[in-house]
């Protein structure tokens, strides 16, 4: 299975961005999506996921109210992201986790490349 989000890019504070993950190479039925960051100097952190089915999402709380996850079934997912401010600057992933129980920003099985987003203040 591959993932790769893209999307990415350069923009002033208060833009919006659409990123989007496309999943190839094999079947991820029944699996949780997620998107990550990564900010220079800091470690890896859970921005938004969304269940199988589409009907949960969960939100780290730095986004909780600009930022939407969305799929279209088991090949696309998307991110949402509004009013951004240079806080939100790093490098993005997606991934994908199998059915298990248990926090929503743990146990994600694949991991795509990174896409860049920039915020300029």
């Known amino acids: 299975v591959q993932l790769q989000a893209s999307g990415g890019g350069s923009v002033q504070a208060g833009d919006s961005l659409r990123l989007s993950c496309a999943v190839s190479g094999g079947s991820i039925n029944g699996y949780a999506m997620g998107w990550f960051r990564q900010a220079p100097g800091s470690e890896r952190e859970f921005v938004a996921g969304i269940s199988w089915s589409g009907g949960e999402t969960y939100y780290a709380d730095s986004v909780k109210g600009r930022f939407t996850v969305s799929r279209d079934g088991a090949k696309n997912m998307y991110l949402q992201m509004n009013s951004l401010n240079s806080d939100d600057t790093a490098v993005y992933y997606c991934?994908?986790?199998?059915?298990?129980?248990?926090?929503?920003?743990?146990?994600?099985?694949?991991w795509g490349q990174g896409t860049q987003v920039t915020v300029s203040s």
């Open positions: 991934a994908a986790k199998p059915p298990v129980a248990g926090s929503p920003g743990l146990d994600y099985e694949y």
